[in-house]
């Protein structure tokens, strides 16, 4: 009876470190599914609207505590992230931004613009509130 050698996985997580392309690569797919789950909120928010009264108030009361703010400031972080990340793939889709430098600059530039966007949206939203 002979000993298999396990082989290892490719790529095998504990020889590769996280470069900026695969963290933001795994980011836009979480995004995505966390944009997915915000929707079913979303959903809820109408049916509530629609039914009024006590439901309203109850889904406002949830979505104006720590958790439901917490949850929408990081809906809104997912959205424009995925926003400006799939503008970019769909720079690549038409064959631009493939040089190393360019990778790098515009996957920061995602990061810095879904940022300054969600600021600016919850900096007018709760302007508009007050």
Not at 40 to 46: D, E, I, P, S, T
Not at 97 to 120: C, D, Q
Request: charged content about 15%; overall charge neutral; some cysteine.
């Amino acid at each position: 009876m002979t000993t298999a050698k396990l082989r290892p996985r490719s790529p095998d997580v504990q020889i590769y470190k996280p470069q900026l392309t695969s963290v933001l690569s795994i980011v836009h797919r979480m995004t995505g599914v966390f944009l997915s789950l915000g929707s079913v909120l979303l959903v809820a928010w109408l049916v509530a609207v629609v039914d009024g009264g006590d439901t309203y108030a109850m889904v406002e009361r949830w979505l104006r505590s720590w958790i439901g703010l917490l949850l929408l400031l990081g809906w809104t972080f997912a959205l424009f992230y995925h926003l400006c990340n799939g503008i970019r793939h769909l720079a690549w889709d038409l064959d631009f931004g493939f040089e190393l430098r360019s990778i790098y600059l515009s996957g920061w530039t995602v990061v810095a613009a879904s940022m300054i966007l969600t600021v600016l949206t919850w900096t007018l939203g709760l302007a508009v509130l007050e």
